[in-house]
């Protein structure tokens, strides 16, 4: 289907895709460790490890070692931090192995909770960092160092503990394209980078499951439909972040329906989920010159949250959303 567009002329229709572009996260979740009880970073800048970038790296040895890192580590990381780290952001829901504060006082597991974001529910503080990575006998080690404290983090890669599950059935789901009985569905996952999505992409929880199948999505680029995201005005109408998150997540589904399955740590990033449907055109005040290929919904991290003692979200998602 094709609509024509005026403004000062006739214009092709612009085909807008929502879903289909963005995978993978980032904070990463630990498994409960030995310790008491989890340590819970609530305040960023209360009791900075050092008071800059030049200090804390001075001091970095003495660092790593109240971090518990075995000797050929700290010697490995003394050489690797001789360069600059690779960005990274702390947000809330990330787990981290220990963190040192002011004195050098070591916090074990240790999970980011930033108070008091400026929208309860929907928008959180992060803090911008940088790591470095090292692996040894099997494990990987990850130094942070966080620009808004300079508290030195090691974050220990470890099994995961667990998987979060969103079902989702398409059968009724009104225009859904039917390619060989099976339905095209499209992941993004909000504000992850590239480490985020990488970390994704690698865990044994992230997956598509429908019947006794439990598959990776098939695939992954940063632009590989097409069309294009919506403009920023039509998107924040939505409730679609106005840019389109980096990547893209993509699996068919036979029967249209099953579940997505992600790492626990996933749940701090927007989902956005997407069924391919015959084109329609849209209804949204001023942008009837437009249509859209895929019916959506968005799940909250605040809402995976309140749902995480099950591990599973409360609603099946059916393509509620539309233009």
Known sequence: MRLNRKETGMQPTRRVIIGGGA???????????????????RHFGAAPYAATRAEAMR???????????????????????????????????????TMLSRGGVAHHDVIVSFVKPPVSGKMEYAAPAEFWAVRWRGTLYEVILPEVCNNWS?????????????PFDYRQTAGVVWENGAAHLEFHFADMGERELERLNASSCFGVGAGSDFFKPFHRCDVCTT??????ELARLVGLPEREPKG????????????????????AYLGIYCVDVVAYAISVQGFEGWEAVSRFNIVTPYEMRRTLPREQLGRTLHGERHY
């Open 227 to 232: 069309g294009q995201w919506p403009p920023p």
């Open 59 to 97: 001091t970095r040895a003495f660092a790593f070692r109240q971090l518990g890192l075995p000797e050929p580590l700290v010697v490995a990381f003394l050489q690797a931090t001789e360069q600059p780290g690779r960005p990274l952001t702390l947000t809330n829901g990330m787990r981290l192995t």
């Open 154 to 166: 090691l974050l220990i890669e470890r099994p995961e503990a667990g998987c979060y599950i969103i």
């Open 23 to 41: 995978a993978l996260l980032a904070s990463v979740a630990l498994p409960q460790l030995a310790f008491a009880s989890p340590f819970y970073w």
């Open 248 to 267: 893209v997540f993509a699996a068919r589904v036979v029967g249209g329906v099953g579940y997505v399955s992600l790492p626990l740590w996933a749940i």
